[in-house]
């Protein structure tokens, strides 16, 4: 579905990606971990197009996507969510779910004079795809809640609701345990699972919740300074002593390695 050659994005001196290459498979859920400052973050603003890059290519189902605009992208199946939600806050749930398909009759003035029956018409199909995703995502009881006043966990689910509006094939979902409580947390990992199985969305998550990435996850790429550490199934990747070291640093990996010992004598 994707794929990443020696990308690099910098700004000034500092290479917050730095030769990147991955590949995020058709029909997976890929996470994408790695200790603050890893450059997380940046490579998805990059394949999202939120950023150029300095240098590099992305591709999608083969097709050079470098450089294009989040509204290109977006047409073409790929979305991105945010590490904090970016509703509007004073619309209502399904008024949130409802503005995400472009291209609507109501968004041209002289629809609003002439073509009022096929406004009618397509807000109240929007409705009714609107009322599906919430019972999908269980917040129904959510639908007419202002978005301003939702919790950080039903504001994720909210978020991602609305790439359920439109033909996703790949979402890039941005620390969505962030701020989370547990409860809440499972469900977004039960509707995550579902959309992956049952309608075939291809995800790619950063998550620092290793729990949660074990559940969901494979395969789990993880970076550190700019560049691709390691990939792997998630409890390989747990036993990586790279992948400890970069986490926890050199003392620290040398004391979990003292540790196992230990156990193991």
């Given at each position: 579905?994707?794929?990443?050659?020696?990308?690099?994005?910098?700004?000034?001196?500092?290479?917050a990606?730095?030769?990147?290459?991955?590949?995020?498979?058709?029909?997976?859920?890929?996470?994408?971990?790695?200790?603050?400052?890893?450059?997380?973050?940046?490579?998805?603003?990059?394949?999202?197009?939120?950023?150029?890059?300095?240098?590099?290519?992305?591709?999608?189902?083969?097709?050079?996507i470098?450089?294009?605009?989040?509204?290109?992208l977006?047409?073409?199946?790929?979305?991105?969510?945010?590490?904090?939600?970016?509703?509007?806050?004073?619309?209502t749930?399904?008024?949130?779910?409802?503005?995400?398909?472009?291209?609507?009759?109501?968004?041209?003035?002289?629809?609003?004079?002439?073509?009022?029956?096929?406004i009618?018409?397509?807000?109240?199909?929007?409705?009714?795809?609107?009322?599906?995703?919430?019972?999908?995502?269980?917040?129904?009881?959510l639908?007419?809640?202002?978005?301003?006043?939702?919790?950080?966990?039903?504001?994720?689910?909210?978020?991602?609701?609305?790439?359920?509006?439109?033909?996703?094939?790949?979402?890039f979902?941005?620390?969505?345990?962030?701020?989370?409580?547990?409860t809440?947390?499972?469900?977004?990992?039960?509707?995550?699972?579902?959309?992956?199985?049952e309608?075939?969305?291809?995800?790619?998550?950063?998550?620092?919740?290793?729990?949660?990435i074990?559940?969901?996850?494979?395969?789990?790429?993880?970076?550190?300074?700019?560049k691709?550490?390691?990939?792997?199934?998630?409890?390989?990747?747990?036993r990586?002593?790279?992948?400890?070291?970069?986490?926890?640093?050199?003392?620290?990996?040398?004391?979990?390695?003292?540790?196992?010992?230990?156990?193991?004598?």
């Open positions: 579905m994707i794929r990443v050659e020696d990308l690099h994005r910098h700004f000034g001196g500092f290479r990606v730095d030769g990147a290459s991955l590949t995020i498979e058709t029909g997976s859920i890929t996470g994408l971990i790695g200790p603050n400052g890893a450059g997380k973050s940046t490579l998805f603003n990059v394949i999202a197009g939120v950023l150029p890059p300095t240098s590099g290519r992305v591709f999608m189902d083969g097709e050079d470098t450089g294009l605009p989040p509204h290109a977006f047409h073409r199946g790929l979305l991105r969510t945010f590490q904090l939600a970016h509703e509007f806050a004073s619309m749930v399904r008024e949130n779910l409802m503005m995400v398909p472009g291209g609507q009759a109501g968004e041209t003035i002289l629809n609003t004079w002439f073509r009022r029956g096929r009618q018409r397509e807000e109240a199909e929007l409705r009714r795809r609107a009322d599906e995703v919430l019972d999908f995502l269980t917040i129904r009881h639908t007419h809640e202002k978005a301003g006043n939702l919790s950080g966990g039903q504001k994720k689910l909210l978020e991602l609701g609305r790439t359920m509006m439109v033909d996703a094939k790949v979402v979902l941005d620390e969505v345990g962030a701020g989370v409580n547990r809440l947390l499972g469900t977004i990992g039960d509707a995550i699972v579902r959309l992956n199985r309608r075939g969305y291809t995800f790619c998550v950063i998550e620092h919740d290793m729990d949660f074990g559940r969901l996850c494979d395969p789990v790429i993880v970076m550190a300074e700019g691709v550490l390691a990939e792997g199934a998630a409890d390989a990747i747990m990586n002593e790279d992948v400890i070291e970069a986490y926890l640093g050199t003392g620290l990996k040398n004391k979990v390695k003292a540790e196992r010992a230990g156990g193991a004598a």
